[in-house]
């Protein structure tokens, strides 16, 4: 499973970024795919996911109410919208799928199979 995430970029804090991840050679019907991000000497850490058969999302309550994770236009993709940025999201964000994941897993980042390259985001003051 190739996963690729894109999206990233240099924006300015309460500006928007759309971040993509795309799987090749399938879809992710059955699986949980999940977006953490990592900063410089900080442990990865759970930003969204999204049970991509059944809709079902979570967040991270640092990102309730700015960030939302949905399918994407294709079976294969899933995007996390991110609104009013704050220099604290500065990160690189990666996406990540399982297809067997239980719910107190979702938010692990070793419960998950596999991994995308990070894609960075960083928000000026």
């Known amino acids: 499973v190739q996963l690729q995430a894109s999206g990233g970029g240099l924006v300015q804090a309460g500006d928007s970024l759309r971040l993509s991840c795309a799987v090749s050679?399938?879809?992710?019907?059955?699986?949980?795919v999940g977006w953490f991000r990592q900063s410089p000497g900080k442990e990865r850490e759970f930003v969204a996911a999204i049970k991509w058969t059944y809709r079902t999302t979570y967040y991270a309550d640092s990102v309730k109410g700015r960030f939302t994770i949905s399918k994407g236009d294709a079976e294969n993709t899933v995007v996390l919208q991110m609104n009013s940025l704050k220099p604290e999201d500065t990160a690189a964000y990666y996406c990540?799928?399982?297809?067997?994941?239980?719910?107190?897993?979702?938010?692990?980042?070793?419960?998950?199979?596999?991994w995308g390259q990070g894609t960075q985001v960083t928000v000026s003051s």
């Open positions: 990540a799928a399982d297809q067997h994941l239980i719910l107190s897993s979702i938010m692990t980042p070793d419960q998950y199979d596999h």
């Open positions: 050679g399938r879809t992710f019907r059955g699986y949980t």
